[in-house]
């Protein structure tokens, strides 16, 4: 049967034709060479469709890497993946991060412009800050650096000396990596470990894990603690007594889950937190799942980072964001070096962009589609 569409509603935006053929590798072959065998007709390139449905506006860039990525799929995680690039939805969500970006380059530029005039200020250097912060949080769980360990959320187990956050720290680990030792102040140092957590879809996420030491400890212990509460995502406040202290250090964006650990031992009726034994295994997968459900957007998180030239361009556009921020004077007036942020924010966005073709360079377009097999 031919099927004939003369039009350009097809997936290319130009006429097409469709052979459709009995089942069996061995005819269609012998049908493409006999089409092939006349004058001006030859077989498709690789990605060759695709491409062409690229170039006449049918589909964005990020959109035809999904159909490579369905293609070469080989994990579930790697289908979600590139499912989800496909249907557009990742490539919005950049979308709307460049969008952001964007405005904050112009902010700036706008402040380098009046420089000479101190009472005009685009934007305030607090403001920047926290703005790129939130674009940060925005990007990051979808973010691995390039030898593809997790960039992405921070979880971090903080408390007082010998609250068993060590214990926890292996049990969720599944092995022996932290030193436990009922003398307070076995942990002197910030443990990082990637771990994998279940979510309700079934396709795991990944995060970093870190144990931290006891925060009523001596300064240089303390300071570890808080250097690592700073960048936290994710706080598991561990207190067997389930006293819960207030913990000043800790960033405004950040979740906290309290945790009642040696939840093997007496404790009162009325006492809060999740209870959880590190000894015996109760209450983990519970934590587990707390864990996940307070990470914004967990159920995708990770999936993008399947998709190696996301994951780098991702983790080269988050670094520039940190560097813009380390940038940033705290001070009342104007920004200290704005043309240094706006340098950093300008390459930031073209990392963006490469993903969502919006800034893409001939280079780009040509390797997302050399990936193709022949002829999608």
């Known amino acids: 049967m031919l099927l004939r569409y003369p039009d350009e509603r097809t997936f290319t935006g130009e006429p097409s034709a469709e052979i459709l053929l009995p089942g069996g590798p061995h005819l269609v072959e012998r ?77 700036v530029e706008a402040g380098i412009d009046f420089t000479d005039q101190e009472d005009v200020v685009a934007i305030a250097p607090d403001a920047l800050a926290a703005r790129l912060h939130a674009l940060r949080r925005a990007i990051r769980p979808e973010t691995l650096d390039s030898r593809g360990r997790a960039g992405g959320v921070l979880v971090v187990l903080a408390g007082p000396p010998s609250a068993g956050k060590s214990t926890l720290f292996n049990a969720m680990l599944g092995r022996e990596r932290a030193v436990t030792d009922a003398t307070p102040g076995t942990t002197r140092d910030a443990l990082r470990e990637r771990i994998e957590l279940p979510t309700p879809e079934g396709v795991p996420v990944g995060v970093t894990l870190a144990d931290t030491p006891g925060l009523e400890l001596d300064v240089s212990a303390s300071g570890v603690a808080l250097g690592a509460l700073a960048q936290a995502d994710v706080v598991l406040q561990c207190d067997p007594r389930a006293r819960f202290d207030p913990i000043e250090a800790l960033p405004r964006e950040s979740a906290v889950l309290r945790v009642r650990t040696k939840a093997d031992r007496p404790a009162p009726s009325d006492a809060e937190g999740l209870p959880v034994c590190a000894m015996d295994g109760s209450g983990l997968d519970e934590l587990r799942r707390a864990i996940v459900s307070s990470i914004p957007g967990a159920s995708a998180a990770d999936r993008l980072a399947e998709m190696p030239r996301w994951r780098d361009a991702l983790a080269h556009a988050c670094r520039k964001i940190d560097r813009a921020r380390d940038s940033i004077a705290k001070q009342d007036g104007a920004l200290e070096h704005p043309e240094t942020i706006a340098e950093d924010l300008r390459a930031a966005l073209d990392h963006l962009g490469e993903l969502t073709g919006e800034v893409a ?16």
Request: hydrophobic share 45%; charged share 25%; proline share 1%.
């Open 31 to 107: 049908v493409i060479d006999q089409l092939c065998a006349h004058k001006g007709v030859r077989r498709a390139g690789p990605g060759e469709f695709s491409a062409r449905a690229y170039l006449n506006g049918r589909l964005s860039l990020d959109q035809a890497e999904g159909v490579a990525g369905v293609i070469a799929a080989r994990t579930e995680a790697q289908l979600d993946a590139a499912r989800e690039t496909l249907s557009g939805a990742a490539g919005d969500r950049l979308r709307s991060a460049a969008g952001e970006l964007t405005t904050l380059l112009a902010l």
């Open 361 to 376: 360079r001939d280079d780009v377009i040509g390797r997302v589609f050399a990936t193709f097999c022949v002829g999608k």
